[in-house]
Structure formats: C-alpha cells, structure tokens
C-alpha cells in the first residue's frame, strides 16, 4: 500500500515559529465515586456546542479528546489550551461529571473498559483482542506543521533519542485503579505491549516507510495506517509530525511548556535533515531500557543514556533537551517562558509526584481525584 499525506495544503509557516496544535485526551469521572465513569459521550456532545470537532470520543466510554486549532505563537496556545479545557470542564459539569488529566485512571473498574460504538473500533478488537483491556490511558499529543512527508519521517530519526526526556518531563500516570505502581509514567508500559508501538524505527527513506507499512499490514499488525502507533509520525490526517509519547499533562500550563520545547525539538531536528544529517542511531536495545527507565523515574530518579546506558539524573536528561533546542528556541522568543516553567515544573514537582503529594496529604485516592480536578483548568 502507499500511505499519502492527509492534505496537500498547508498554511504559510514562520520557519522560526511553526504552527503547533495539542490534542490531548481525559477521564471522565463520577464526582460523588471519584471513579471512572463511562459517560464521555455526554461530555463530548455538550461541548461541541462550542468546540465543534474539536472535541470527540476516544476508544473507550472513560476519554474525551480535545484539540486546539493551529497556534504561532506561545500566548495563543496558551490561551486556547486554557478555553479548551475550560470548556470541557464545564460540560461535564453540566452533565454531573468531573475531567481529571491522568495518563491512567486513578479510581474506577477499568478493566475491561466499556468500548465506544464504532465500526473500527470492532475491527480493532477482533484484531488486537485483549490488548483493549487496559485502554483507557490518555497522552498528550503535540502537532508541529512540516506538510513534507519525507523531511518528516527524516525528522522522526532525529527525535528518537529525546523521546525518553519527553517521558520523563510530563510523566503523569503513577496510579492504576487504586494501585500505586510503582512508575511514574505508567501509561507508558501499558502501551508498550502494543505491535506497532513505541520509538520509530530508524526510517532511511520515504520508501522504506512505504514498504516497511506494506510489511506491518500484510502481517495483520496494522488494521489500518492510523494503528501505527509509534511515539513520533507523520500525521496521517495533518501536515505535521506528530510527537505522542507523552502522558497527558496535568494542566494547561504543562501542556503549552511541553508544546513550545516539541515545536524546539522539531526545528532543530529539521535543520539538521536539510543540512544532510541521517540522524543519530541509539542501539535499540537501549533506547528500549530509556523508555523504561524513564517512565519508571520520570523527573524523581535517573534516566538512562540512549547511546550508553549510563544513569543520568532525570532533571539533568531535561535540562539536556533543553539546551539541545536553545537555539529554536531563542529563534521563536520562547526561551524565557521555557526556563520560567521549567523551573517552575521542578519546584512544583512532576504531575506523578504531585499526585503522589495528594495521595500523603489527602490519605486516600478519592483526595488524588479530587486534586486532580481542581488542577485540570489550571
């Protein structure tokens, strides 16, 4: 099969500031129970009073899932991001429900989860069995526009080795269904069970992603284009990459910081694919331990050296990325407001230990839920 890029358009683009968008997915939850509550639809109907199809269902009854529109600059995306989920919120207030942004539900029965009706989604299941089970997870996803398939795909090689510091940085998904795991980026585990999940492979060219698609469809591995999972693509609808490996964020504020330092990561990357640079190649077996090793510590612990395997400081592993994209960064005037959040983000603490936080303050889960909540406009 060939895979082609969803549009052939595409708005003019400041090289220094790309348009981003953020898609970001929730829980539905009973404020009564603070458990999970299957009732997205509800949700979702409500508020495309106002967000139109910018806001939908996901998999599962437990997720809502809300975009904003295309975004130059920081302020802006701020601003939508806050309206976004202000709107969200007050829908599901409106129908006696609460949003909470947690990679995994803290509270609630949710395995197996109640499945939206949908054709694919029954295709998925009969495909993928279950793997469905522990489905309601919710990821930040960060959309940068580059309408060039194959620069795009060259771009995802580059970002490989940052993936685990994406992880680490917004790790958010420490509780399953009453259960402390352990982890801090939970999420992360549950999906890596998937076949086409995870890092990208290395990509040498548009056609060996074109033949490497046919092989993943012909194996039954893909029941369509959209079931590539991986954490960095081309978007198979927009003229962008897509960069989906993080949990969702626990406010607004989070969000927009992991938005700017994605939109970073991707203009340096692209700089280096026009300058003729293939990409680095951490081992596999690596990158796969810094995956882990990230979600495991998130900003509390260390993370691992994709190249070497070497523990570094997971804050050190952050402030690297950061420095990696200064110069995008003072290209867009977004330095001052990353180092402001970043600092921020680290005395504040990440959205796992600030769940962990309420956890000890409230002394039960119903407490994390409950902060959870509040934060969610924030």
Not at 82 to 109: D, H, K, N
Not at 141 to 152: G, I, Q, S
Request: with cysteine; hydrophobic share 45%; proline share 8%.
């Amino acid at each position: 099969m060939t895979v082609t890029a969803a549009s052939t358009t595409s708005a003019p683009s400041d090289p220094a500031r790309p348009l981003m968008g953020v898609e970001e997915e929730y829980l539905v939850v009973d404020p009564r129970t603070r458990e999970v509550a299957p009732r997205a639809g509800l949700v979702v109907a409500r508020a495309a009073g106002e967000l139109g199809d910018r806001v939908c269902t996901e998999i599962t009854q437990f997720q809502v899932e809300a975009k904003t529109p295309p975004c130059a600059g920081s302020a802006e995306l701020a601003r939508e991001l806050a309206r976004m989920r202000a709107v969200v919120a007050a829908a599901a207030r409106a129908e006696g429900l609460a949003l909470i942004a947690s990679g995994t539900p803290v509270l609630g029965p949710a395995v197996p989860p109640p499945i939206t009706e949908d054709p694919r989604y029954d295709l998925g299941i009969e495909n993928y069995r279950s793997l469905h089970d522990e489905q309601a997870i919710c990821a930040g996803h960060v959309h940068v526009h580059l309408p060039d398939r194959e620069r795009a795909l060259l771009v995802c090689n580059h970002l490989r080795p940052w993936l685990p510091a994406l992880i680490a940085f917004m790790a958010n998904s420490p509780f399953w269904t009453g259960r402390d795991t352990g982890y801090a980026a939970w999420r992360v585990l549950a999906w890596s069970k998937w076949p086409v999940a995870g890092p990208p492979p290395y990509l040498e060219s548009l056609g060996h992603f074109e033949r490497l698609v046919e092989g993943l469809t012909a194996s039954g591995a893909l029941v369509d284009p959209a079931t590539m999972f991986w954490d960095a693509r081309p978007s198979l609808r927009l003229p962008t990459v897509e960069v989906r490996v993080s949990d969702v964020p626990a406010s607004a504020r989070e969000s927009a910081l992991l938005a700017l330092v994605v939109r970073a990561l991707v203009t340096v990357s692209l700089r280096r694919v026009e300058a003729g640079d293939p990409g680095p190649r951490p081992p596999d077996e690596l990158l796969r331990v810094a995956y882990w090793r990230a979600a495991r510590d998130g900003l509390d612990g260390h993370g691992a050296d994709p190249y070497t395997g070497r523990q570094v400081p997971a804050a050190q592993v952050v402030e690297g990325l950061i420095e990696h994209v200064r110069p995008a960064l003072e290209e867009s005037g977004d330095l001052e407001t990353v180092l402001r959040e970043w600092r921020w983000l680290r005395e504040a603490g990440s959205g796992a230990a600030r769940q962990r936080a309420a956890l000890r303050r409230h002394g039960s889960f119903e407490g994390v839920v409950d902060d959870l909540v509040a934060r969610f406009s924030g």
